[in-house]
């Protein structure tokens, strides 16, 4: 069993003297992330199950009338990734090479929280790649974080020199 507590504080602070509503507010954010996870880990393949716990916390100031200037965020998380490794040889032009073929499975489920309430200081939606399909967030920055519960397979085939082993 592994474990880990990761934890962030900011203070964002800018002149907002020309700025109205939500753009006006600054403030300082904390977040800690503690997590356990279970890995396996082979040389035919992988399993590794994980849950965690998000808890944000603001504490802002020029906020709009009415507006908790406090708010706070708390979201779990749970995945399972897994994967497995099977290689053959095989000649791709002449020349002796290892293919391998690599199916891989990745759950995520987080929890839904209404973030409207919330600054966004340092967010931004990370744009779709093959590594974001097995990312716990589609954003950067910690004052969003996407809901999920949605299942990923892929398929993944390499062709390795077997002497140096360089793809």
């Keep these: 069993l592994e474990w880990s507590v990761s934890s962030a504080w900011a203070d964002f602070d800018r002149p907002n003297g020309t700025l109205t509503g939500i753009e006006r507010i600054n403030g300082k954010r904390l977040h800690i992330e503690p997590r356990l996870q279970l890995p396996f880990d082979a040389a035919f393949g992988f399993a590794h199950v994980a849950a965690g716990y998000r808890y944000t916390r603001y504490d802002l100031t020029d906020v709009p009338l009415g ?7 708390k979201i779990w998380l749970g995945s399972l990734d897994s994967g497995l490794y099977f290689e053959r040889d095989t ?7 290892v293919q391998t073929f690599e199916p891989r499975l990745y759950y995520l489920y987080q929890q839904y929280r209404n973030q409207n309430d919330l600054p966004q200081f ?29 299942l990923t397979a892929a398929l993944t085939t390499r062709l390795l020199d077997p002497n140096t082993g360089r793809e």
């Design 91 to 97: 000649r791709l032009f002449d020349t002796p090479t």
């Design 67 to 73: 507006s908790d200037d406090e708010p706070d965020r």
């Design 122 to 150: 340092d967010v931004m939606q990370l744009d779709m790649t093959f590594d974001q399909l097995f990312r716990d967030n589609t954003f950067t920055g910690l004052d969003r974080i996407a809901d999920a519960n949605q």
